[in-house]
């Protein structure tokens, strides 16, 4: 079937609550609403306000509430409106989410998903374009995914749910609209990265958003004389570096692609990873490709922060000259 991502993880969600009556939902405007993006749409009409509940505005009471749930027994998903409004959560998300499963040495498990729109380009303003992942990837007890398309959406979210520990869903909310098949079964593992071009003169390491933008930029760059090859990571911790590192070995070039800030985000992990393993398989130095190191900007200007076909193609130019 078809489906928007949008659609996908309602489809996706409607599935785990069908499976296990424990699946519970929370955030602000989920229910009646159907969330500002409509991602539950429908679901409280089909499953009640005892399952899909509208909370206040309040992230750290909503993740501090799915806490007890937990405990209780509950796999609660919470909805963050929008990515910038996971901050008054962090504390609750690190201190207690991210722990209570190596403090209590696995006695006590924490099914919770934490679903959170993230990304620019959609023209909001202050706080709704976020890409808070290296914060959280960095947070050690927790799952941090980001599917690209429909198809992962729908599968990733229900495997989410089904997991024992924490995740951190990262939607990306600029492509919400966006389309593509959905298939009978997940078809690889929740935390294994996927070859989405095959390539040979570079690979570009992405995930999310810019997945799209990479396959693009691929699409030119074929029209050009140049074969990408594009990995989206899918599953951002743990890592699945296995397919990268044997594109990098076959290409000997490559380029990293995500819109947070460029210091410490994760390209600059996957920056030293890469050269640690691939040294002397590589033939210039790793590019990066992404935000910058500012406050999100202003709508009209955002176009020039986000990572573009022209920018990627830029850095793969880059590459190249050191042949």
Known sequence: MELSIAKAINAGLRAAMDDDPKVVLLGEDIGRLGGVFRVTDGL?????????????????????????????????????????????????????????????????????????????????????????????????????????????AYWMIQQAIASDDPVIFLEPKQRYWQTGEVGDSAGIGLHESRVVREGTDATVVTYGPTVRTCLEAAEEAQAEGTSLEVVDLRSLSPLDLGPVFASVRRTGRVVVVHEAARTLGLGAELAARITQECFYSLEAPVQRVTGYDVPYPPCRVEHDHLPTVERVLDAVAVTGEYR
Request: aromatic fraction near 10%; charge should be negative; proline fraction near 7%.
């Open 44 to 152: 409280q009409k089909d499953f009640g306000e005892q399952r899909v509940m509208d909370t206040p505005l309040a992230e750290s009471g909503i993740v501090g509430a799915s806490v007890g749930l937990a405990y209780r027994g509950f796999r609660p998903v919470v909805e963050i409106q929008f990515d910038g409004f996971v901050y008054p959560a962090y504390d609750q998300i690190v201190n207690q989410v991210a722990r209570l499963r190596f403090r209590s040495e696995g006695a006590v498990t924490v099914p919770i998903v934490i679903r959170i729109p993230y990304g620019g380009g959609i023209g909001a303003v202050e706080h709704h374009s976020e890409s808070p992942e290296a914060q959280f990837v960095m947070t050690a007890g927790l799952t941090v995914l980001a599917p690209s398309n429909p198809h992962d």
